[in-house]
């Protein structure tokens, strides 16, 4: 975890990757997921191996992104 800000509540699994993120109350990600310049709203979990912010191509299919980058995860937002 490096440059990031935490919210009460959250919780990061084991081999986890978080960089330059802001992760709101109650968001887990689970083991082994990296979450790069995001932004995630309250009580969404990161599946597993998730990868946000690495593939801007994939992450605009899936959430808003900034035109600097900053992927956006909506609040209690499903993941598959």
Same mark, same amino acid.
């Given at each position: 975890?490096?440059?990031? @800000?935490?919210?009460? &509540? %959250?919780? +990061?699994?084991? #081999?986890?990757?978080?960089?330059?993120?802001?992760?709101?109350?109650?968001? =887990?990600?689970?083991?082994?997921?990296?979450?790069?310049?995001? @932004?995630?709203?309250? &009580? %969404?979990? +990161?599946?597993? #191996?998730?990868?946000?912010?690495?593939?801007?191509?994939?992450?605009?299919? =899936?959430?808003?992104?900034?035109?600097?980058?900053?992927?956006?995860?909506?609040?209690?937002?499903?993941?598959?």
């Amino acid at each position: 975890i490096a440059r990031s @800000i935490l919210s009460p &509540g %959250v919780r +990061i699994g084991k #081999g986890c990757s978080v960089d330059g993120c802001v992760l709101m109350e109650d968001v =887990r990600v689970c083991a082994g997921a990296v979450l790069r310049n995001a @932004i995630v709203d309250k &009580g %969404v979990v +990161i599946p597993a #191996g998730d990868r946000i912010g690495v593939d801007l191509d994939r992450d605009r299919r =899936r959430f808003t992104v900034s035109p600097r980058g900053v992927v956006v995860v909506p609040k209690e937002m499903q993941l598959a």
